[in-house]
């Protein structure tokens, strides 16, 4: 399902400046030649320019596939690039030819121009030359993701790129393609200078066992949900798969480092982000995929985010801020997730006798490891509202000494959006105040700079190195946040696109969303932004801090908390 829809994404057209920032483009009396593109927001930054081909190689059942989907999502979420996923092992219905359709693929989709429609538009209403186009760096660039999802079916191709000739016929046909489009752009008046196509391999090696199995173990699961195997036939079908990765190993040629590949840029990942290795991979888009894929796995783990409870802004409308979570139902949400964390999250039980030790400074008293027990994470932002809701989460150790459950992280690429002059006014005041604003941000959400404050964009610079480290972890994490960041996040986890993030509607307060991120989540992916995918369970309190929040007696309160069901479903 996904094969096929990833070769059609929908590359929207680029923009090249905020919408909301276009009248600062404008001649005005005190000044009269302004600059013809607005200042550089990071994430529309851009600077990717060239056409980059992403060759994923390695054995069958690496995570290959997992890891190239994840990385166009990155690259596209993040960076703004025009991302296309091509797989071998669906190029075309006739496998004779695949080769020929896959790089005819690559032509249609690595010709296109993203300084088509919306740059001559901005060309000839702002005289945008090309030189100046060129110094802002306004192409977003384009990347063409290749990967065969049936690595066994397509292991000779050449595509595959499973021996040292196969990877020089790649190269050679990328370099025969640069040659023609640049030929094809010089006759259409284009730039003289070559239309850059650069090939980069990325194998991935797996030398750990249980790396191998588990990932064997994903598949297989995979393929039994769909029918594909019998439920009585998954030992025999790993071992089928076993016995044939043996196979494959022995034709496989790894990227050599005798000498005989150093004129290839490459990344080789051992063990996903635990050792890697580079070969000319400098420039802004490798390094970016180096830092990402450093991070990225595909062994299962979960994300929970949560908003904050009702804080004192939110009870009188007013944006931004650093009020606290006073009200009755903000306290009775932060009481819900302090069990939820310690129970469904770490995987820890309320001992018995736990009541008898209540005031006891040590949690160890009070919780105590099950067959379940899982290292778990807490990340709130800088804000009161966020730290304060995640007050009555406990910090007891493991059982081993080791790990200290829930300790608190606090992350200032996490905090709200900041509203500039609009902190801390409701939306009638910014009406009254900034009579501008709401019309400029309803047509530009993403892009709009709040006045001396934030847009989302630059949410999104500030949060990609969280999401790296998010990325890069194999516990659950529990996030404790805001809005426009949880939108953001969760659009990235989900495979929204950006520019709807900041519409969706679907994130409540005193909801906890639980997203699993495996190998099959590329598969359940919808881009609906209106309902969640398979791997999201919302586990929703609105009903429960409502009633806990008119419970006044302290242990009419503990016995609520106690007797709430945790297991919640997408209802
Ligand atoms: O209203 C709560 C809040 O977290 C504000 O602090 C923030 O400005 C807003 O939500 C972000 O949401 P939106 O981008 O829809 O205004």
Redesign the pocket.
């Known amino acids: 399902m996904s094969d096929a829809r990833d070769e059609d994404d929908d590359l929207e057209s680029p923009r090249l400046y905020a919408k909301s920032q276009e009248d600062l483009l404008r001649a005005r009396s005190h000044n009269p030649a302004p600059t013809t593109v607005p200042p550089p927001i990071a994430a529309l930054a851009g600077n990717i320019g060239e056409r980059h081909v992403l060759v994923f190689i390695g054995l069958p059942l690496r995570g290959k596939r997992t890891i190239a989907l994840r990385l166009k999502r990155y690259l596209r979420f993040f960076h703004g690039a025009r991302c296309r996923a091509f797989d071998v092992a669906y190029a075309g219905h006739d496998a004779r030819c695949r080769n020929e359709t896959l790089v005819s693929n690559l032509r249609d989709f690595l010709r296109g121009n993203d300084r088509g429609e919306e740059y001559a538009r901005v060309r000839e209403k702002y005289g945008v030359d090309d030189v100046d186009a060129n110094a802002k760096h306004v192409d977003s660039g384009r990347v063409a993701v290749v990967y065969s999802s049936n690595a066994s079916a397509t292991f000779r191709e050449t595509w595959s790129g499973t021996s040292k000739e196969r990877r020089r016929a790649i190269l050679k046909d990328m370099e025969a393609l640069e040659r023609e489009l640049a030929e094809e752009h010089a006759t259409r008046g284009g730039h003289a200078r070559r239309y850059k196509v650069k090939t980069i391999f990325i194998e991935t090696c797996l030398t750990k066992e249980e790396l191998t199995e588990e990932v064997l173990s994903q598949r297989v699961a995979r393929d039994a949900r769909n029918g594909a195997v019998s439920e009585d036939a998954i030992e025999e079908t790993k071992e089928g798969w076993r016995r044939r990765i043996d196979e494959y190993r022995k034709l496989y040629v790894t990227l050599q480092d005798d000498g005989s590949e150093d004129d290839l840029s490459y990344i080789k990942l051992y063990n996903y982000g635990e050792r890697v290795q580079t070969n000319r991979m400098r420039a802004y888009l490798p390094q970016r995929i180096v830092q990402f894929l450093t991070s990225t796995h595909p062994t299962a783990h979960k994300i929970y985010l949560c908003r904050h409870g009702e804080s004192e802004?939110?009870v009188t409308g007013r944006?931004?801020?650093n009020s606290c979570v006073t009200s009755d139902n903000g306290v009775a949400f932060a009481e819900i997730l302090g069990r939820f964390a310690m129970e469904k999250i770490c995987g820890m039980r309320r001992r018995a006798d736990a009541d008898e030790h209540e005031r006891d400074v040590d949690p160890n008293t009070r919780w105590e490891e099950t067959e379940h027990t899982t290292n778990a994470r807490l990340w709130t932002s800088s804000l009161l509202r966020t730290i304060q809701t995640a007050a009555h989460i406990e910090h007891p150790t493991t059982n081993d000494g080791e790990w200290e459950q829930m300790a608190p992280r606090v992350y200032r690429n996490i905090d709200?959006?900041f509203?500039g002059d609009c902190e801390g006014m409701t939306p009638e005041e910014i009406a009254e105040n900034h009579p501008r604003a709401a019309y400029l941000r309803s047509m530009d959400?993403i892009g709009y700079r709040y006045p001396r404050g934030e847009s989302?964009f630059d949410l999104i610079s500030r949060l990609e190195p969280c999401i790296q480290e998010m990325e890069s972890y194999t516990e659950p994490v529990l996030v404790v946040s805001?809005?426009?960041i949880l939108?953001l996040i969760f659009a990235y986890l989900t495979g929204v696109d950006r520019e709807h993030a900041?519409g969706m509607n679907t994130f409540s307060q005193n909801v906890v969303y639980e997203i699993t991120l495996d190998a099959s989540c590329e598969d359940l992916i919808t881009e609906d932004i209106d309902a969640f995918p398979a791997f999201v369970v919302a586990h929703d309190f609105r009903q429960d801090v409502k009633v806990l929040a008119k419970i006044t007696d302290p242990a009419e309160r503990k016995a609520f908390i106690r007797a709430l069901d945790l297991d919640r479903a997408n209802a």
Do not use: M, S, V, W
Request: charged share 20%; glycine share 14%; hydrophobic share 25%.
């Open positions: 802004y939110n944006l931004g801020g709200e959006i509203a959400k989302y805001h809005q426009a939108r900041p």
